[in-house]
């Protein structure tokens, strides 16, 4: 544990003075605060920028607090999951161009910790992030809607955070099988497209991580149910890619 610690830690530092973090932190604040707003006065801007605005005004209903949750949602998925994989791509693959984690690896520091400390380190990223994303939407939704359910509020980004440390993980893994953060972030993108279509399938999408944000959705509605098993599969994606991810490290000559 204390190796760990100490990876841990260095990996947080190098979070900081790369900018990650705030980079991460900024992006997900900026449309935490953005949603609220864009639901509530995107039908005022379509009345101003249309020339008969007052017409499609008036078949548009008049905007809910539904509207700003689906927003957050939205958004926040987007731009988290492209977040994950620019974040990510370069987390084992640079280091392996450069020979840094050759160097670090002559400690003698086990490979699973190395992969461990960097997951957790952009685990620990995504989570400041979402912190900030949660309390600046809350915030706003209140002052334009109404008051959000906290429990439910909570549950929602707890659940849009498994979704996205899926695409970290599963970047990381890109990330270890090559050298190149370009081809890295090419096969990144390949799973999010690959999990997308699959989640368009009917039936088989209900056990892919996307069913994680119907289920969010629905913590805002009286029909909405749990997707356990999506939430079982998509922890086992997060564990299974750090697995195969450690077990190719460990065939590597750095």
Same mark, same amino acid.
């Given at each position: 544990?204390?190796?760990?610690?100490?990876?841990?830690?260095?990996?947080?530092?190098?979070?900081?003075?790369?900018?990650?973090?705030?980079?991460?932190?900024?992006?997900?604040?900026?449309?935490?605060?953005?949603?609220?707003?864009?639901?509530?006065?995107?039908?005022?801007? %379509?009345?101003?920028?249309?020339?008969? !605005?007052?017409?499609?005004?008036?078949?548009?209903?008049?905007?809910?607090?539904? /509207?700003?949750?689906?927003?957050?949602?939205?958004?926040?998925?987007?731009?988290?999951?492209? +977040?994950?994989?620019?974040?990510?791509? &370069?987390?084992?693959?640079?280091?392996? /161009?450069?020979?840094?984690?050759?160097?670090?690896?002559?400690?003698?520091?086990?490979? &699973?910790?190395?992969?461990?400390?960097?997951?957790?380190?952009?685990?620990?990223? $995504?989570?400041?992030?979402?912190?900030?994303?949660?309390?600046?939407?809350?915030?706003?939704?209140?002052?334009?809607?109404?008051?959000?359910?906290?429990?439910?509020?909570?549950?929602?980004?707890?659940?849009?955070?498994?979704?996205?440390?899926?695409?970290?993980?599963?970047?990381?893994?890109?990330?270890?099988?090559?050298?190149?953060?370009?081809?890295?972030?090419?096969?990144?993108?390949? $799973?999010?497209?690959?999990? @997308?279509? +699959? &989640?368009?399938?009917?039936?088989?999408? /209900?056990?892919?991580? !996307?069913? %994680?944000?119907?289920?969010?959705?629905?913590?805002?509605?009286?029909? !909405?149910?749990?997707?356990? @098993?999506? %939430?079982?599969?998509?922890?086992?994606?997060?564990? !299974?890619?750090?697995?195969?991810?450690?077990?190719?490290?460990?065939?590597?000559?750095?």
């Amino acid at each position: 544990m204390r190796i760990l610690w100490v990876v841990l830690r260095k990996e947080l530092m190098e979070q900081w003075r790369s900018y990650r973090l705030l980079i991460v932190g900024v992006v997900l604040l900026l449309f935490g605060l953005a949603s609220p707003l864009l639901a509530r006065y995107t039908p005022e801007i %379509l009345r101003l920028a249309l020339p008969e !605005g007052e017409e499609i005004l008036s078949l548009i209903p008049p905007p809910t607090v539904a /509207d700003a949750v689906s927003q957050y949602l939205k958004n926040i998925t987007q731009f988290g999951v492209l +977040l994950a994989v620019l974040m990510a791509m &370069g987390a084992v693959a640079l280091e392996k /161009d450069k020979g840094t984690a050759g160097l670090m690896l002559v400690k003698p520091i086990p490979r &699973g910790i190395f992969l461990s400390a960097k997951f957790l380190a952009l685990g620990l990223t $995504f989570a400041a992030g979402i912190l900030l994303a949660a309390v600046a939407g809350y915030y706003y939704t209140l002052l334009l809607f109404e008051p959000l359910s906290l429990s439910a509020w909570l549950g929602l980004n707890g659940l849009l955070l498994v979704f996205i440390l899926v695409y970290v993980a599963l970047t990381l893994l890109c990330s270890t099988l090559t050298e190149s953060q370009v081809v890295s972030g090419g096969l990144a993108l390949g $799973f999010v497209v690959v999990l @997308s279509g +699959l &989640g368009a399938v009917p039936r088989l999408g /209900d056990y892919l991580p !996307g069913q %994680l944000n119907a289920w969010a959705a629905g913590l805002f509605t009286t029909n !909405g149910e749990p997707a356990w @098993s999506a %939430l079982a599969v998509s922890l086992g994606l997060i564990v !299974g890619a750090l697995a195969v991810a450690w077990l190719f490290f460990e065939r590597q000559e750095l």
